[in-house]
T-cell receptor, first 108, second 120 residues
């Protein structure tokens, strides 16, 4: 079983839609969790950290559920510019452990 | 300020040749990481440097892979006798501080643009 599992997508949604991604992880010792964004043929960039209490940054809301070992990312009022691959990331046995990513395509 | 830079941006080589990839981290960042990303896949950890500590090489896939870092500056990743399965984007990241509890991890890693390696 992979340490981090994500639905690869693609998620095709119209502009303005709300879309949610989940990510499950197997290492209960993971301490910190993040969502990174990766544009096509570009390097990953930190989108936001994820806390048990949940955190919000504008249109983005991230949530951590330690009991069920998953994290989520909610994007409201999606924009064309949100089209990218969203990587679920956490501290693991080796540096950061990255999921394979979920691809989002926002359509006009 | 300047971000993480990597060179070359693209490298095409023949099977069996050696290649050397370079990473210049953000000035002042003590931690440096190498990752590999195959097409359509997530990032695969390769090696981690933190200051003058012994590097964590646990992610290197074979003894054909090695990496060096000079102090807290430039790092080179060397792949000897390249194979077609080595084709991937090699990403370098740096971060300013180590994680807590002596762990190697840190919250934010700043990535370079990567080197796209193609082994023919």
């Amino acid at each position: 079983r992979k340490e981090v599992e994500q639905d690869p997508g693609p998620f095709n949604v119209p502009e303005g839609a709300t879309v949610a991604f989940n990510c499950t992880y197997s290492n209960s010792a993971s301490q910190s969790f993040f969502w990174y964004r990766q544009d096509c043929r570009k390097e990953p960039k930190l989108l936001m950290s994820v806390y048990s209490s949940g955190n919000e940054d504008g249109r983005f809301t991230a949530q951590l559920n330690r009991a069920s070992q998953y994290i989520s990312l909610l994007i409201r009022d999606s924009k064309l510019s949100d089209s990218a691959t969203y990587l679920c990331v956490m501290t693991g046995r080796r540096a950061l452990t990255f999921g394979s990513g979920t691809r989002l395509q926002v359509q006009p | 300020g300047a971000g993480v830079s990597q060179s070359p941006s693209n490298k095409v080589t023949e099977k069996g040749k050696d290649v050397e990839l370079r990473c210049d981290p953000i000035s002042g960042h003590t931690a440096l990481y190498w990752y590999r990303q195959r097409l359509g896949q997530g990032l695969e950890f390769l090696i981690y440097f933190q200051g003058n500590s012994a590097p964590d090489k646990s992610g290197l896939p074979s003894d054909r892979f090695s990496a060096e870092r000079t102090g807290e500056s430039v790092s080179t990743l060397t792949i000897q006798r390249t194979q077609q399965e080595d084709s991937a984007v090699y990403l370098c990241a740096s971060s300013p501080t180590p994680g807590t509890s002596g762990r190697a991890y840190t919250d934010t890693q700043y990535f370079g643009p990567g080197t796209r390696l193609t082994v023919l």
